[in-house]
């Protein structure tokens, strides 16, 4: 039978496991970053230099793990022998804290790309009988992520209203991914205090923060390859003062700039953490 609880996710920043961040990550110093997030796909039955690589990160570091290829809003039935895979990858690494996105990424085959759900009635329960099979399945709660688009599928209501029935539907948890949340509002025409302010926060269990590029006025791409813009920062800001400071992991996937730099953002999440917690503080002791 599904836990009903949630996942104990490591605290304070962390840095996705990149394989280009391979080197750097083993010889960081203590203390740099929380916890590494891993994509299981990318690691599940990998062995010699890079299996030895992971192996050796998980002893030092909590990990969590952020799936890409799980198709939870696909028409195509859920893949349950890769389930099991990622369900076996997570006991052996005592891997606490799995998410996929809220999206659909494949048909016959992999489409290599995370496609936006039409927001009606239909696909909130479609997915969400998805998720409830898929954490019977893993035997853990599942976090589904907030992602980005640029074309809307067919829409009887708004992300927000969708994001929440699924939630609620589902019983799961939501991985808030705040770059993507201020992408959609710039694409699409929302403000993204109110988003924010209108996410069930007890179903937030942890962040996304990112880089993106700006192509237009009113066309934003979320290229996680880019440092995070300080309207991106503030909208952190916010979601830590409605959420409580959950584990946030700093995105980056390509145009690595020195490590050094890394951990100036990873220090910058620490900061905003560190505000969030004093004003709580306060306002107990007000």
């Not at 740099?32 to 992971?54: K, M, Q, R, S, T």
């Not at 907030?146 to 019983?171: G, K, P």
């Not at 995070?228 to 959420?243: H, I, R, T």
């Amino acid at each position: 039978m599904r836990t009903t609880l949630s996942p104990s996710m490591p605290a304070g920043a962390g840095l996705g496991l990149r394989r280009a961040l391979l080197n750097m990550l083993r010889d960081a110093p203590s203390g740099d970053f929380d916890f590494l997030e891993v994509a299981p796909e990318n690691w599940i039955g990998i062995g010699g230099a890079h299996g030895d690589a992971l192996q050796s990160l998980a002893e030092r570091y909590p990990l969590s793990c952020h799936g890409l290829s799980l198709s939870l809003g696909g028409s195509a039935a859920l893949d349950t022998d890769f389930l099991q895979q990622i369900r076996g990858f997570l006991d052996r690494f005592n891997v606490p804290f799995y998410s996929e996105h809220l999206s659909y990424c494949s048909d016959d085959g992999h489409l290599y790309d995370l496609l936006p759900l039409p927001f009606t009635e239909e696909a909130v329960f479609h997915v969400a009988a998805r998720i409830r099979c898929a954490q019977d399945i893993l035997g853990r709660r599942l976090a589904v992520e907030n992602v980005s688009y640029y074309a809307a599928a067919h829409q009887d209501m708004d992300e927000l209203a969708f994001t929440n029935a699924v939630l609620r539907e589902a019983d799961c948890d939501l991985l808030l991914d705040v770059n993507n949340v201020y992408v959609n509002s710039v694409n699409h025409g929302f403000d993204p205090k109110a988003f924010l302010a209108g996410v069930e926060p007890g179903r937030v269990i942890a962040m996304h923060v990112a880089g993106h590029y700006d192509e237009a006025d009113d066309l934003i791409i979320d290229s996680h390859g880019a440092a995070v813009k300080p309207v991106v920062w503030s909208l952190l800001a916010q979601a830590y003062g409605l959420f409580g400071t959950k584990p946030t992991l700093l995105e980056r996937d390509f145009n690595f700039p020195p490590y050094a730099a890394l951990v100036a953002e990873l220090d910058t999440i620490r900061r905003l953490q560190g505000e969030a917690n004093a004003l709580v503080r306060e306002a107990h002791n007000g």
